[in-house]
């Protein structure tokens, strides 16, 4: 089992930068391919980037392509998302969630990022 606890949320403002932080209980942490994804109010929870278990491949939504920057580190089971160049719209919660061949779907609780205009 994996538990994910993500931190780096805040307020920023538009222009701004972040790094989320996904921390990962468990030493199989290298199996599993990571996803961000993020919810704003009133709206569906959407993908944002993922990486793949040895952190060799990357895949971003087209509205933060050049702007988010996906990377993980197995050694210290944590997955980053560098987030710069932020705008009003990139306001959500957003969540990491691991998963592996074969095993259920693991997610964070979630941090908040506001982002003023």
């Known amino acids: 089992q994996v538990q994910l606890v993500e931190s780096g949320g805040g307020l920023v403002q538009a222009g701004g930068s972040l790094r989320l932080s996904c921390a990962a209980s468990?030493?199989?942490?290298?199996?599993?391919?990571v996803r961000w994804y993020r919810q704003a109010a009133g709206t569906e929870r959407e993908f944002v980037a993922t990486?793949?278990?040895?952190?060799?491949?990357?895949y971003y939504t087209d509205s933060v392509k050049g702007r988010f920057t996906i990377s993980r580190d197995n050694a210290k089971n944590t997955v980053y998302l560098e987030m710069n160049a932020l705008k009003h719209e990139d306001t959500a919660i957003y969540y990491c969630?691991?998963?592996?061949?074969?095993?259920?779907?693991?997610w964070g609780q979630g941090t908040r990022v506001n982002v003023s205009s």
């Open positions: 969630k691991a998963n592996a061949e074969g095993s259920p779907d693991y």
């Open positions: 468990g030493r199989t942490f290298s199996s599993y391919v």
């Open positions: 990486i793949s278990k040895d952190g060799g491949v990357t």
